[in-house]
């Protein structure tokens, strides 16, 4: 049931193919989508929920979590510019409505907040990944109205793809860098001027454990 359920809660992004480019962001900037920057801060903040939720001592290095968690929160904010760019809105009211619907189908509060950490994202982001959700469901409506919801989804695909490209996603090469077409980061850049990467880049930043 679990696994079905993380399917359905990452159906609407999984398959976004998103394009940009790598490169340094600002300071303390994480990623940068669109000129909007995802700091090292909010992303240490998130990461240390999802692990102390888990069970895990907050500080505990984790580069695959770290990596997990900021691609998360790269496609959450190109949905949200894609929205934006539309005029497409959702209201908490959509949200406690879509949220009620996943607790009736995963059996409950509790199981739905396992079902989304189990996703990397913590108990307090969850509202925001189902708002995520609800816009993808309306942006490929306003693209696509009279087309089936396979064919809206390709059609929302192909518009955030196009404001990837053209506004740009930049990782800091800390991190890595972002990976054209498979909406992943991939390795840290080998141009030796470029400071490598540590075992955990959020070295320093998570509180030690």
Not at 14 to 38: D, H, K, P, R
Not at 58 to 86: F, K, M
Not at 181 to 199: H, Q, W
Request: charged residues 15%; hydrophobic residues 45%; negative net charge.
């Amino acid at each position: 049931m679990t696994t079905v359920v993380r399917r359905g809660i990452a159906a609407c992004v999984a398959a976004l193919a998103l394009a940009g480019c790598s490169g340094l962001g600002g300071a303390g900037a994480a990623a940068t989508v669109g000129g909007v920057e995802i700091s090292t801060e909010f992303l240490a903040d998130q990461t240390s929920a999802v692990q102390e939720q888990s069970g895990v001592a907050p500080g505990t290095p984790d580069t695959e979590l770290t990596l997990g968690v900021l691609q998360r929160l790269i496609i959450t904010e190109l949905v949200g510019q894609s929205a934006a760019e539309l005029g497409v809105t959702v209201t908490q009211g959509e949200i406690d409505t879509a949220r009620a619907a996943l607790e009736a189908q995963v059996g409950g509060p509790e199981a739905l907040v396992t079902a989304y950490l189990d996703a990397l994202v913590p108990a307090q982001s969850i509202d925001r990944q189902i708002e995520l959700t609800v816009q993808v469901q309306k942006i490929g409506q306003k693209l696509a109205p009279d087309a089936d919801p396979a064919s809206q989804q390709q059609a929302v695909q192909q518009h955030v793809t196009g404001l990837a490209v053209l506004d740009g996603v930049s990782v800091s090469p800390r991190f890595g860098t972002w990976d054209i077409g498979s909406f992943s980061i991939g390795p840290v850049p080998s141009d030796l001027s470029t400071p490598l990467v540590a075992e955990d880049p959020l070295a320093g930043i998570l509180p030690a454990p």
